[in-house]
């Protein structure tokens, strides 16, 4: 019996038809396998996950394979977006002991959890030096058998070494200005001068470590910083990972060039890439920076936002091709014949040169990603628009890919921050509401009585997984961006909920952050990982919402807290900087001030002084806004007005400068393109 019925995780429910007997994550499977005396065959992966797809039709649809695995295993499928505590921690012995990792991921386990033997994607034939699924699963039956004593030797070993692996938190505090030097240096050994981006294929979007060079320029005014993350910024919207006809963002490039994407979309991604552009924008005033922003923005409020107010994690990666067959990228791409069908040939010609779209294709089959290679040549933009919008009518018109349609906090978290900055910069109220009703939506659904987290929620129903470290972190961060933009302090008191928790239940005694709570479930071990990901890290998210809540309320505890915190990127920056830029781009902000910003008044001018302040490149500045006499902030009190004038005041390391009531002044004192 397949008990994936009931769950709501969209991931699962695809897999509720198998004729494998899934079980989902829980104690039941391991007492089920501990009765019948199998080992557990663990698959994790996500709903936008195409190679997950592919071994579902190819082994876990297929009849003969799924009878084998339910004769011989208690098999369990894991949402990892949902249960990213359970994927941490069996990808890290994945990574051990095979050097790579991905999903989807197959491990088997004894029934005590203990792996023995790991893969990703396996065929459902020998290829390529793979072996079949059927040949692992026939060797894990075979060993577990006639080699038990080896198995246990095993899993006991990797179980061992893992636990022998806790972060020893470094008491140097955080990283002072020859850290984070040594970090940009080691980026820029890595940087791809002529494609922008770091290292080769796939070519990830580097949307952390590009906060952290727009940061460093803003503190130091290092032109080289800036450059790295401009041009890298310019290929990615250029190139096919951008949606040229939508909007938004594929996860990855498969290649060097920024050709040809792995087409999932996830929120993620567009979140923190349409706060990078904002940011961009607001250091250099580039025009395709505000588009690209804004386009982003309007992609995830029209494409992922959900009737109760919050954001869909993903769209997948495959649709239907018109034939029936279920196809990567067919939603997105064009063939020559395509275009001259819906614009007809001359405007098809042009399309073709603006977009292109070769004779022979970039993809699959003819077909090509659009993309923007002329190098920036003139164009009649009514030609562009009316090409853009009859190709994006007609696309309409295809099988638009499934959603993922859970809402997952950290990532609505993310999204709230990039659309009321978004919102705020480009004279965009309707972004800032819709930021409001996700935080709103947070709290109302996500939150409990004790201000502890749920990780997901579905159709307006919380789900039953609790949140980790980054689901605090990032939705502490989205409600304090909300709290600047908005003046209203209550975003500031959710906020500061959310990191007493972090203290209480993720912060071991020596300063190291956990990505599970001290109460949550038992694996076989708890999760630390201070380096990104897809998104920042747990720990990095934490200290960097620790650090901007201390700057609002001069807490010495949350400042404390963020610094210690901020020891393991004094230790890793240096050495691996792309896979800890937020953490760099907080160790800024802390190197910087972070700068403190009031602004007390009403009116014209008060909005004059407050829009200075958000458009303000000193990293990670804070900002609190409100009439004189008002106490919705701490940072207001005893600010008056000035001279019967509204005013700004700017405080950085425990010292305040005089107090201004010119915006022009105010730019030059905080930093601004």
């Known amino acids: 019996m397949n008990r994936l019925a009931g769950v709501t995780s969209p991931y699962l429910l695809q897999h509720a038809d198998n004729p494998v007997d899934w079980w989902p994550w829980g104690p039941e499977a391991f007492e089920e396998a501990k009765r019948r005396d199998v080992p557990v065959l663990l698959s994790v992966g996500y709903s936008a996950c195409h190679w997950c797809h592919v071994m579902a039709r190819e082994s876990f649809e297929d009849a003969g394979t799924a009878a084998y695995m339910n004769e011989h295993f208690v098999s369990v499928k894991v949402d990892r977006e949902e249960r990213p505590d359970v994927d941490a921690v069996y990808m890290e012995a994945v990574q051990a002991a095979t050097g790579q990792g991905g999903w989807p991921m197959t491990v088997f386990l004894d029934a005590e959890g203990r792996p023995f033997y790991f893969g990703t994607y396996f065929p459902p034939a020998p290829r390529s030096g793979m072996p079949s699924f059927p040949q692992v699963l026939e060797g894990v039956v075979s060993a577990w058998r006639e080699r038990r004593d080896e198995v246990g030797e095993v899993a006991g070993r990797i179980v061992t070494e893992l636990a022998g692996r806790s972060l020893a938190h470094s008491g140097d505090g955080p990283p002072g200005e020859p850290e984070l030097a040594q970090a940009l240096l080691g980026l820029t050994r890595d940087y791809d001068a002529q494609r922008g981006g770091f290292g080769g294929a796939p070519k990830f979007p580097p949307s952390m470590v590009l906060e952290f060079l727009l940061r460093h320029h803003g503190r130091t005014g290092a032109d080289g910083a800036l450059q790295m993350a401009a041009d890298t910024c310019e290929a990615m919207a250029r190139g096919g990972m951008y949606d040229q006809l939508g909007g938004g963002f594929a996860r990855y490039s498969v290649d060097r060039d920024w050709v040809v994407p792995h087409f999932e979309k996830m929120l993620y991604d567009n979140a923190l890439l349409c706060r990078v552009y904002a940011h961009l924008w607001r250091a250099t005033g580039s025009d395709l920076a505000r588009r690209v922003a804004v386009e982003t923005a309007d992609f995830i409020v029209r494409e992922l936002r959900t009737a109760e107010g919050g954001f869909a994690s993903a769209l997948d990666a495959d649709s239907d091709d018109g034939t029936g067959a279920h196809v990567e990228g067919a939603y997105y791409v064009w063939s020559y014949a395509q275009l001259t069908e819906v614009l007809g040939e001359q405007d098809a010609d042009f399309a073709a040169e603006y977009f292109g779209v070769t004779p022979e294709g970039t993809f699959e089959h003819g077909t090509s990603v659009l993309r923007l290679p002329q190098g920036g040549g003139v164009a009649d933009a009514a030609r562009v628009a009316s090409v853009r919008e009859r190709l994006l009518a007609a696309r309409g018109r295809r099988t638009a890919p499934g959603r993922d349609d859970k809402v997952v906090a950290a990532w609505n978290g993310l999204a709230v921050a990039a659309l009321a900055e978004t919102g705020a910069y480009f ?247």
């Open 427 to 673: 004279d965009r109220p309707d972004l800032v509401e819709r930021a409001t009703e996700a935080a709103d939506l947070l709290v109302r659904l996500h939150l409990d009585d004790a201000a502890r987290l749920a990780r997901t929620s579905r159709n307006g129903a919380a789900g039953a997984h609790a949140g980790v470290l980054e689901d605090y972190g990032d939705v502490a961060e989205g409600f304090l961006a909300l709290a600047s933009v908005t003046g209203e302090g209550v975003w500031l008191e959710f906020a500061g909920f959310l990191l007493d928790i972090v203290l209480d239940r993720f912060t071991g005694a020596d300063g190291t952050l956990y990505d599970t709570a001290d109460d949550a479930e038992a694996l076989i071990r708890r999760p630390q990982d201070p380096t990104d990901n897809a998104t920042p890290s747990g720990w990095t998210a934490a200290a960097g919402a620790l650090l901007s809540y201390a700057a609002h309320t001069g807490s010495e505890p949350h400042r404390t807290a963020a610094e210690r915190a901020l020891g393991v990127v004094r230790a890793l920056g240096p050495r691996v900087p792309r896979f800890i830029g937020w953490g760099l781009a907080v160790a800024e902000a802390a190197l910087d001030g972070p700068r403190e910003v009031a602004v007390v008044g009403d009116g014209d001018a008060a909005a004059a002084l407050r829009r200075t302040a958000l458009l303000a490149t000193a990293p990670g500045a804070v900002l609190a806004t409100g009439p004189a006499g008002s106490d919705e902030f701490p940072l207001l009190a005893d600010r008056p007005l000035v001279g019967g004038a509204p005013a700004a005041y700017v405080c950085r390391h425990f010292v305040c400068r005089a107090p201004t009531t010119d915006p022009a002044a105010l730019a030059a004192e905080l930093g601004r393109a």
